[in-house]
């Protein structure tokens, strides 16, 4: 990684800094259902520079960490790091995360700007077994818990960054649509 001052964040740009948000609901499968959670949580985008690949790929970094607490308890439910990554090239953003249940998604996808209402939505998706944009998981993951696709679409607008997350699930016999949903507010940057 360069770490340079001139690197071309295209839309990933809006991501960075810190934001806050209290409005979030975690809908996950239960043996006997659906259990809902409401949370808070922040999320941390840091400018991580550029780098190259096979000396003809260049990606522009931002690397995140993700914290959630349950308003029930206070307690982390959910703790995610990883990387949004700019093609500007080939017109690509990439999401790369791991989550401590032993789960690596590699997300691919696109984004939309709005100039006139200064809106950027950044869109990717990865399926188990897709040779592009795919998910790894543990035997006991792929056994037990199967995370068969994933889908994130983010949406900011100035200081506001909203999101919506759903990861498919075979599950206690089911597939199931665990979506996860927040508002944010960039606190610093």
């Not at 840091?46 to 096979?54: K, L, V, Y």
């Not at 599950?171 to 665990?178: A, E, V």
């Amino acid at each position: 990684m360069t770490g340079s001052t001139d690197t071309d964040y295209g839309p990933l740009a809006s991501l960075i800094g810190t934001w806050e948000g209290d409005k979030g609901m975690d809908i996950s499968p239960e043996p006997d259902g659906i259990e809902e959670n409401p949370y808070y949580e922040i999320i941390t985008f840091e400018a991580g520079g550029d780098t190259t690949n096979a000396e003809s790929q260049v990606l522009a970094l931002v690397r995140y960490h993700q914290l959630v607490r349950r308003k029930s308890n206070h307690q982390v439910f959910h703790d995610e790091s990883g990387y949004w990554l700019w093609d500007a090239q080939q017109g690509l953003i990439m999401q790369s995360l791991v989550i401590p249940r032993a789960v690596c998604v590699i997300a691919g996808g696109k984004y939309e700007a709005s100039s006139e209402s200064d809106t950027v939505k950044l869109l990717v998706n990865a399926k188990d077994g897709d040779p592009d944009w795919g998910v790894l998981q543990s035997p006991f993951m792929r056994d037990n818990a199967r995370t068969m696709e994933f889908r994130h679409e983010i949406t900011i607008k100035g200081n506001v960054l909203e999101y919506s997350e759903t990861t498919v699930l075979d599950i206690y016999g089911q597939i199931f649509d665990h979506t996860d949903n927040n508002e944010l507010i960039r606190n610093k940057v």
